[in-house]
């Protein structure tokens, strides 16, 4: 797949056939360029041969060997001659085309993003943008695109816009969002949605949540900084304090943000804990270590494992991922001891942009006894990972490993589902399947998901299933293969994975 804004331009798509990225003909997706010199199937060069050179043809000979020496499922990898390729054609095939047991690719996230661009977003969490997190609810006329959530101090909530959750986009740049079915049509409606840059300016004609009448304004994107941590907050309850935490991103700031929120809350002696990761796509696994130590504290993690990272047969298992004790080194001075909450239970809001590092937390939580208690959807299924490699300023994320808990449990391939989710659903816990609610703030104690979660603790009953489970709980990047309905999200590629440093 290409890289950046692309990604998050497939999340809108009209009825039409929608190509993928990268170009090309010759055995489906190449150009004319003439055989490699040498090439011979099987026979694979070091990758160090070719890093660095810069050409198409060397470029493709560095994936190809890259692919064969480090990617999870390598002997699934067709071996074609990388001549025939463009890069961005040949990247897309050097992966399986195997599925899992619900039909879906077992390899859904593979791409590449330039580097520079990747090194801004993950390190200090900026990314080009309004600050506006889009829930997609319904792709296909009649669409319906809603505002999930807002980044502080962003384009989205300045004077003027004043976006807020649940605010639903009618049109954009003129374009009627809700029933154009033209291929321009949805190329526009892309473009104003996710620019590629800052300094864009699109006009939008939203309905804020509870007005009669829409309104029109005009948006200019900028580089704006991710605040991963957004709502901390306490409920009381006749049982004790109940914390609500808000997480959105695995990202390098996170770390101070989350040791800040799991301070305060373990200061009001919360006696329970409900993490709100609906929205969160995962990223580095280090702070998602991090977070499931805070939880479960030092007695429950002592000498066990948060997840066993497990490559190719080529490369073997690495020695045990512990639970991270101390802070990391991302946003603190490294070897801080961690604040811990020490709880038998945690409560987990999902969707199915709940993915990856995201899924860790909750695989690593249930290794070590910790009860982790579903309200939400399915969530994306990803218990499979990478290490970011650039070559030639693109950064590639092919998958690299399997992670397992501490009794050896990783396979959630469809994700996990509440207990009494409908559908096609993946590995079941307690919990309630609860549709999103766009029409509360997130934080508020009457938000559907986060009303169920309250009285689930109370009365270990939900209220009637609502969420969607998608088939494998896909997740918005790779929307052209999801299903037409279930609120995808819309993530940059990076923030829905399982990443080591």
């Not at 070091?46 to 060997?65: D, I, K, Y």
């Not at 101090?153 to 969002?177: H, Y």
């Not at 969420?467 to 896909?474: C, I, V, W």
Request: proline letters at 6%; one cysteine or more.
């Amino acid at each position: 797949m290409a890289a950046g804004p692309a990604f998050r331009m497939l999340m809108i798509a009209a009825l039409v056939s929608v190509s993928a990225c990268g170009g090309g003909g010759g055995g489906g997706g190449g150009g004319t360029a003439t055989t490699a010199v040498g090439w011979t199937p099987g026979i694979f060069q070091p990758a160090a041969n070719f890093a660095g050179q810069c050409s198409a043809l060397s470029e493709n000979n560095w994936l190809r060997s890259w692919t064969n020496d480090l990617y999870l499922w390598y002997d699934e990898v067709v071996d074609r001659d990388p001549a025939l390729f463009t890069t961005p054609a040949y990247f897309d095939l050097l992966k399986t085309t195997a599925t899992t047991a619900s039909g879906n690719p077992k390899d859904k996230f593979h791409f590449t993003y330039d580097t520079a661009a990747w090194q801004a977003l993950s390190q200090s969490g900026v990314e080009a943008g309004y600050g506006v997190e889009w829930a997609v609810v319904a792709r296909f006329v009649p669409r319906r695109v809603v505002v999930a959530y807002t980044e502080p101090g962003s384009p989205a909530i300045a004077a003027g816009a004043n976006l807020a959750r649940g605010a639903e986009v009618l049109t954009v740049d003129g374009v009627d969002v809700v029933n154009d079915n033209t291929g321009s049509g949805v190329d526009a409606i892309n473009a104003g949605l996710f620019p590629a840059a800052s300094g864009e300016t699109h006009t939008f004609a939203v309905r804020d949540l509870g007005a009669a009448t829409p309104r029109t304004f005009t948006l200019r994107s900028a580089n704006v900084t991710l605040s991963p941590v957004q709502g901390v907050t306490t409920i009381p309850t006749p049982s004790g304090p109940v914390g609500y935490l808000f997480f959105t991103d695995h990202i390098a700031t996170a770390e101070s943000a989350l040791v800040s929120a799991v301070s305060a809350l373990k200061a009001a002696n919360i006696t329970d804990l409900v993490l709100d990761i609906r929205y969160n796509g995962g990223g580095y696994l280090d702070i998602a270590s991090e977070l499931a130590f805070m939880i479960a504290g030092s007695a429950r993690t002592a000498g066990r494992t948060f997840e066993q990272i497990v490559f190719n047969a080529k490369h073997g298992a690495e020695p045990p991922f512990a639970f991270a004790g101390t802070t990391e080194g991302f946003s603190l001075a490294a070897g801080q001891a961690l604040p811990t909450l020490d709880l038998p239970r945690v409560f987990v809001l999902t969707g199915n942009g709940t993915c990856s590092a995201s899924e860790s937390i909750i695989n690593s939580l249930r290794g070590v006894g910790v009860q982790v208690i579903q309200v939400g959807s399915s969530t994306c299924g990803k218990p499979y990972g990478f290490t970011p490699q650039d070559n030639c300023g693109t950064t590639y994320f092919s998958i690299q490993f399997k992670g397992v808990n501490a009794i050896g449990f990783g396979d959630y391939t469809d994700g996990f589902s509440p207990a009494n989710a409908s559908g096609a659903a993946g590995t079941p816990l307690p919990g309630c399947s609860v549709a999103d609610d766009l029409g509360h703030a997130l934080g508020d104690p009457a938000e559907g998901r986060l009303a169920a979660a309250l009285m689930y603790r109370t009365s270990s009953t939900c209220p009637a299933p609502s969420g969607f489970a998608p088939p494998g709980g896909l997740s918005g990047i790779h929307a052209q293969a999801a299903p037409a309905s279930g609120g995808l999200r819309t993530k940059s590629p990076w923030r829905e994975n399982r990443i080591l440093r």
